[in-house]
């Protein structure tokens, strides 16, 4: 089976910008996690898609947004950049978010901020 | 709510020694606890996992880790540490009050000297 794959790999955007991440998940899994890894903050929950459905949501501004489709693929956008948005995003999968599951995990999108 | 306390941001050991990487969790319910590693530029990779099953959990690579409730904690060991062991190391807890999102410990960086 393929692995999560994530794209882009890296991207370099300016201040006030927006930008789309994707995620393509291991296939016939339905839930998707993004989350956020920085230096300072470590890795924290952004939001979770099951079913299309946006099943849990962390604790980020509105500028943070994401959605899944009909074949599990999940985007996430982010809206008017700030600096303090420069982290690896990370995209993780599993079979169906039951807690006790294997999160799989993508190998990032490096965002730099500038 | 779960939480996830990792001693030692940074935890240094000689090739050959053994390898000990603390984590203590905070959590109402008994919890789903993992360990992930992640390598440079890279995503989180499952070691090991702990669901109600055995104390003692064996994962890849020769690591190890033990659940103790009575200490709230889920430390992981390997006998033999080797270079290829240098990477950070996150503890993670999930299930606690029904939420099935993890919540990750900060990350302990592992140094393995020649």
């Known amino acids: 089976k393929a692995g999560v794959t994530q794209t882009p790999r890296y991207l370099i955007k300016t201040r006030g910008q927006q930008v789309t991440l994707s995620c393509s998940p291991i296939?016939?899994?339905?839930?998707v996690s993004w989350y956020q890894q920085t230096p300072g903050q470590g890795l924290q929950f952004l939001f979770e898609?099951?079913?299309?459905?946006?099943?849990n949501k962390g604790n980020f501004p509105g500028r943070f947004s994401g959605r899944q489709f009909s074949n599990s693929r999940s985007e996430m956008n982010v809206s008017t950049l700030e600096l303090g948005d420069s982290a690896l995003y990370l995209c993780?999968?599993?079979?169906?978010?039951?807690?006790?599951?294997?999160?799989?995990f993508g190998p990032g999108t490096r965002l730099l901020v500038l | 709510a779960q939480s996830v306390t990792q001693l030692g941001s940074h935890v240094s050991v000689s090739e050959g020694a053994l390898v000990l990487l603390r984590c203590n969790y905070s959590?109402?319910?008994?919890?789903?606890l993992f360990w992930y590693v992640q390598y440079p530029n890279q995503g989180l990779q499952l070691l090991l996992k702990?669901?109600?099953?055995?104390?003692l959990v064996k994962g890849i690579n020769g690591f190890e880790a033990e659940f103790k409730k009575s200490e709230t904690s889920f430390h992981l060991t390997k006998p033999s540490a080797h270079m290829s062991d240098a990477a950070e190391y996150f503890c993670?807890?999930?299930?606690?009050?029904?939420?099935?999102?993890?919540?990750f410990g900060r990350g302990t960086s592992l140094i393995v000297h020649p």
């Open positions: 993780a999968s599993s079979s169906d978010g039951t807690g006790q599951e294997t999160q799989y």
């Open positions: 296939s016939g899994h339905r839930s």
């Open positions: 898609y099951f079913s299309e459905t946006q099943r």
């Open positions: 959590s109402s319910v008994p919890p789903y």
């Open positions: 702990y669901t109600s099953a055995a104390t």
């Open positions: 993670a807890v999930s299930g606690a009050g029904g939420s099935y999102i993890p919540t």
